[in-house]
């Protein structure tokens, strides 16, 4: 019997695997799959079908391999999503995503102002276009936008 390498590379396709079902069972309880077109928990509950699907195949994966050695720079996009996360609690999610995109394309992309801006702009508007507006997927608002609304 060939023992489990337990290793970032079996151990994070599990977390993921359990995040991408409960993202399906939180997107078809909670906010409805589909009612006159897709639903607000249409997009969620596909990604975490996705998302479950190919986190079976990194573990299967990941159990043939070497762990992974890992850099400084290895960390970069855990701590920018922990961040961003944070920041999303505090000032909301699209303007934290604005600032995720325009601190990750400065700092650790080196893009000019002249390059950065329009992306996070566009994409920005893009996300909030897409999963807000037409699909009304409920974002944080952030505890100062709440705080000021009342």
Excluded at 7 to 34: A, C, E, K
Excluded at 87 to 108: H, R, S, V
Excluded at 112 to 136: D, E, N
Aim: positive net charge; without cysteine; charged residues 10%.
């Amino acid at each position: 019997m060939k023992t489990l390498k337990a290793n970032t590379r079996v151990i994070i396709p599990s977390i993921t695997f359990i995040l991408g079902i409960i993202w399906v069972v939180y997107g078809l309880n909670n906010y409805g799959w589909w009612e006159n077109g897709p639903g607000s928990g249409f997009f969620p509950s596909i990604i975490g079908i996705l998302i479950s699907g190919i986190s079976v195949i990194a573990f299967l994966e990941g159990r043939k391999m070497e762990p992974p050695q890992y850099i400084k720079a290895s960390y970069y996009p855990f701590l920018a999503a922990f961040a961003t996360v944070g920041m999303a609690m505090i000032i909301g999610f699209f303007p934290a995503m604005f600032l995720f995109l325009q601190g990750w394309l400065k700092l650790y992309e080196k893009f000019s102002w002249k390059k950065s801006l329009p992306i996070s702009i566009i994409t920005t508007a893009i996300l909030y276009g897409v999963f807000a507006m037409w699909l009304m997927v409920p974002f944080p608002a952030g505890f100062i936008y709440n705080a000021i609304r009342g």
